[in-house]
Nanobody
Framework: QVHLVESGGGLVQPGGSLTLSCAAS????????MGWHRQAPGKQRELVAA???????NFADSVKERFTISRDNTKNTVFLQMNSLKPEDTAVYYC??????????????WGQGTQVTVSS
């Protein structure tokens, strides 16, 4: 089992910045992907950014050039630096970890979510 704890959400004006953090604890294996999804009211949850334990990244087109993802593998923590925020970035942001577990295959874990509101 893996437990994910997110922090860093809040209210920010358009054009502002926020940094989200997510710390994982529990039984963590070496091959994994950590990242962020978001869900706005009335919309489906969508991938924002993800980073594998090997350092490969994937971003939604809507956040490329504005958001940066990074990891501290020694602390099992992933960060999402969000710049030039827009009102359409408003959503609940969920941390996600997917890892390859013996006998179980790939197992996905989710945090409880943190609200990001971009508004003047």
């Amino acid at each position: 089992q893996v437990h994910l704890v997110e922090s860093g959400g809040g209210l920010v004006q358009p054009g502002g910045s926020l940094t989200l953090s997510c710390a994982a604890s529990g039984t963590i294996f070496g091959i994994n992907t950590m990242g962020w999804h978001r869900q706005a009211p009335g919309k489906q949850r969508e991938l924002v950014a993800a980073m594998t334990s090997a350092g490969n990244t994937n971003f939604a087109d809507s956040v490329k050039e504005r958001f940066t993802i990074s990891r501290d593998n020694t602390k099992n923590t992933v960060f999402l630096q969000m710049n030039s925020l827009k009102p359409e970035d408003t959503a609940v942001y969920y941390c996600n970890m997917g890892q390859l577990e013996p006998a179980a295959g790939v197992v996905n874990y989710w945090g409880q979510g943190t609200q990001v509101t971009v508004s003047s």
